[in-house]
């Protein structure tokens, strides 16, 4: 069957009756043309196929890839998917985990090499220390100073350096110095030191002896303090101890009950310590049973060297508002005799 459609002029022929005559010379193709042309009629045509040339090539391909690259011709197919790696995850997350792990263990090595070797912080709890300390204190200790014994670390645990002290150097009169209670070598204790290895110590009449010499003492000021036996007036005294460092001293008067003490020995190894606020210290004129005794070498954690900040009693850590009701900025960064 022909898809042959018919022209107007077709149409016009067949209506009359008149059907078209085989030896007629318009039925006869005069040229190559026209014979192409009326074989058309009869037959579908076929696409005429495009020949490409060896030297011809797409300048993108089917899966969206750059231009082809001169030096190799690229045959275009179907795009790879690449399916997702888990270990990739897997490896990723376990560096991570890694890193975070090494930073903390940096971290902690830093603190303890800062805690133990170099410096600690400490906070005054009590009055014993007064006029130069003052409860709720911030102060440093720094750890060098006597050289570090097994009580040096400033943890829980106690270093495995045996009995003594390694790079040890000995405290000199006046210092104001932290160490462990002996009684049981765990409580920090913040004194003064009065008496070295080989020295007698005596208080007689409110007033401190050392090797049977009384120290001088000079009135400086007096003034009132609140204390659990409220309102007290209180005098300031500025000692000159041997070897001409100078202290300042308060204390309530004479009749106190630590005003009066035999003579004490101190032995070789051993520290006789005393509170600046002489009548409101427990310290090495008390036994060691209840207080404070004879303080072993080896107890010396160091030497407090500067208080880096201060509150007034009240103040809480869970309670914003009393850090700047409380605060004392006066004595914030004094360096201490």
């Known amino acids: 069957m022909s898809d042959h459609k018919p022209t107007e002029a077709d149409t016009t022929d067949h209506a009359e009756g008149d059907a078209p005559d085989a030896e007629s010379p318009a039925a006869t193709p005069e040229t190559p043309e026209a014979e192409f042309a009326a074989s058309e009629g009869d037959q579908p045509v076929e696409p005429t196929p495009v020949v490409t040339s060896a030297t011809s090539?797409?300048?993108?391909?089917?899966?969206?890839?750059?231009?082809?690259?001169?030096?190799?011709?690229?045959?275009?197919?179907?795009?790879?998917?690449?399916?997702?790696?888990?270990?990739?995850?897997?490896?990723?997350?376990?560096?991570?985990?890694?890193?975070?792990?090494?930073?903390?263990?940096?971290?902690?090595?830093?603190?303890?090499?800062?805690?133990?070797?170099?410096?600690?912080?400490?906070?005054?709890?009590?009055?014993?220390?007064?006029?130069?300390?003052?409860?709720?204190?911030?102060?440093?200790?720094?750890?060098?100073?006597y050289g570090y014994s097994k009580f040096s670390s400033g943890l829980p645990i106690n270093l495995p350096l045996g009995e003594g002290r390694v790079l040890g150097r000995a405290p000199e009169r006046g210092d104001i110095v932290v160490f462990k209670l002996?009684?049981?070598?765990?409580?920090?204790?913040?004194?003064?030191?009065?008496?070295?290895?080989?020295?007698?110590?005596q208080m007689i009449g409110n007033l401190l002896h050392i090797n049977g010499q009384p120290v001088e003492d000079v009135v400086i000021g007096q003034a009132e303090v609140a204390d659990i036996f409220g309102p007290r007036a209180v005098t300031q005294v500025r000692e000159t101890l041997p070897g001409g460092k100078t202290i300042t001293i308060q204390d309530f008067g004479p009749g106190g009950d630590l005003d009066d003490t035999p003579v004490y020995e101190v032995p070789q190894g051993f520290y006789f310590m005393m509170g600046d606020n002489r009548d409101n210290s427990i310290d090495s004129r008390v036994e060691q049973s209840s207080g404070v005794g004879l303080v072993p070498d080896e107890n010396l954690v160091g030497k407090?060297?500067?208080?880096?900040?201060?509150?007034?009693?009240?103040?809480?850590?869970?309670?914003?508002?009393?850090?700047?009701?409380?605060?004392?900025?006066s004595r914030f960064f004094r360096v201490l005799d």
């Open 57 to 145: 090539r797409p300048i993108w391909s089917d899966a969206g890839d750059a231009p082809f690259d001169d030096s190799k011709e690229k045959i275009p197919g179907p795009a790879k998917v690449y399916a997702k790696d888990d270990d990739d995850d897997g490896g990723s997350a376990g560096s991570e985990t890694l890193e975070i792990v090494k930073t903390i263990v940096v971290a902690l090595a830093i603190a303890f090499v800062l805690r133990v070797l170099l410096f600690q912080p400490f906070t005054i709890p009590s009055a014993s220390m007064e006029p130069n300390l003052y409860e709720g204190d911030y102060i440093v200790v720094s750890k060098w100073a």
């Open 182 to 201: 002996p009684r049981d070598d765990k409580t920090d204790y913040i004194k003064r030191v009065i008496g070295l290895p080989g020295d007698q110590i």
């Open 304 to 329: 407090a060297e500067i208080i880096m900040f201060s509150w007034e009693p009240g103040a809480s850590l869970w309670n914003p508002v009393s850090w700047f009701a409380n605060v004392r900025p």
